[in-house]
């Protein structure tokens, strides 16, 4: 199984700053088509995951533009231009380029 | 608009089983696939298995194969997960997810079925 690795646990950021969320795969999630299989989703408190990010890059329907995801074949980030307080909750990468599909262990993004 | 409607909580007791539906609605074709995540109290989602709902196939995790039965009923658009010989850790919210085959990402959830496995 593809292990999902995320850095930090928990983050808390002052309304405005920026963040950074670090997540590593044990096996290159590149496609042979090109695309890197990795998804970023924020759960927000009492409710099911929402997709951010798909392809390691690319923001999904109506997510907001300070949200921007990049990465390599293992190591990808997540970044946060500038947090509101409606970016609270916790954040999970996922692979889904072999199954079984696995996510990391998530961190927990809080305002200052 | 996509939507996915989810069965209500339930309450089992350990060596038992359960149903969960996910009916769906908004959908143009049947060319997509439905796949089941849960997630145990303070845990990160465990995708469990998937089916295509246009040819019926099921891929599930090794982790829960010998217990776990997806199905579907076309003409009702729904979905259902069965899980046998349940046990406490089995407790969880179980979540039904679209897969969107230009993301390969989940773009719908539905709100989650509380399956709680106590004596």
């Given at each position: 199984?593809?292990?999902m ?11 405005g ?28 408190p ?52 072999r ?14 | 608009?996509?939507?996915l ?5 339930e ?62 009923d ?27 085959g ?18």
């Amino acid at each position: 199984d593809i292990v999902m690795t995320q850095s930090p646990l928990s983050l808390s950021v002052t309304s405005g700053e920026p963040a950074s969320i670090s997540c590593r795969s044990s096996q290159s999630l590149l496609h042979s088509n090109g695309y890197k299989y990795l998804g970023w989703y924020l759960q927000k408190p009492g409710q099911s995951p929402q997709l951010l990010i798909y392809l390691a890059s690319n923001r999904a329907s109506g997510v907001p533009d300070r949200f921007s995801g990049s990465g390599s074949g293992t190591d990808f980030t997540l970044k946060i231009s500038r947090v509101e307080a409606e970016d609270v909750g916790v954040y999970y990468c996922m692979q889904t380029l072999r199954p079984p599909f696995t996510f990391g262990g998530g961190t927990v993004v809080e305002i200052k | 608009q996509v939507h996915l409607v989810q069965s209500e909580t339930e309450v089992k007791k350990p060596g038992a089983s359960v149903r969960v539906s996910c009916k769906a609605s908004g959908f143009t074709s049947t060319n997509y696939a439905l796949h089941w995540v849960r997630q145990a109290p303070g845990q990160s989602p465990e995708w469990m298995a998937w089916i295509n709902i246009g040819n019926g196939y099921t891929r599930s995790s090794q982790k829960f194969q010998g217990r776990i039965t997806i199905t579907r009923d076309t003409s009702a658009s729904k979905v259902y997960m069965e899980l046998s010989s349940l046990r406490s850790e089995d407790t969880a919210v179980y979540y039904c997810a679209t897969y969107f085959g230009d993301y390969e990402a989940y773009d719908n959830w539905g709100r989650g079925t509380l399956v709680t496995v106590s004596s």
